[in-house]
């Protein structure tokens, strides 16, 4: 059976919608955060058979992963709170031109920085992170 891609359109609401109602492993949390009232960059990618019939759909958006955070090894705490403030700032307002809203980091819960995220807005997903890299686009540098 082949099956083919294409982008969601009108027609597909309902039955979508139905679709995540009837659904007990969809959170209400990841349906709200795909409206694109929320995440702008929101695409609904659909899969389909070679009849028309979407076999799944598939809600995509971007998010900002901060890769790490390099203090000078001289700066004080407050000066690196002061730094961290920001920064968060800095990432909301650049990210935001590109329709990007949330902006993510890895760290673990024992580091001085987790705990200043907690505190600033930052929550803790409590589900497991599952990362795919794509291949590198041949040519690219």
């Not at 099956?3 to 009837?22: C, N, T």
């Not at 004080?76 to 990007?100: D, N, P, S, Y």
């Not at 929550?123 to 686009?137: A, C, G, K, N, Y």
Request: glycine share 8%; proline share 5%; with cysteine.
């Amino acid at each position: 059976m082949n099956l083919f891609f294409r982008l969601a359109d009108e027609h597909d609401s309902q039955p979508f919608a139905d679709w995540i109602g009837q659904s007990t492993q969809i959170p209400v949390e990841d349906v709200k955060a795909s409206l694109k009232e929320n995440n702008p960059t929101s695409v609904t990618l659909v899969i389909e058979d070679g009849q028309g019939k979407p076999i799944l759909f598939a809600p995509t958006y971007c998010i900002a992963m901060l890769g790490f955070l390099g203090f000078n090894p001289d700066s004080g705490a407050l000066e690196r709170a002061r730094a961290l403030e920001v920064l968060r700032g800095t990432l909301q307002a650049f990210w935001k031109q590109f329709g990007v809203l949330e902006v993510a980091v890895l760290t673990k819960e024992d580091y001085p920085v987790a705990q200043w995220a907690a505190k600033h807005g930052f929550e803790t997903e409590t589900r497991q992170l599952m990362r795919m890299r794509s291949s590198t686009v041949e040519g690219a540098s």
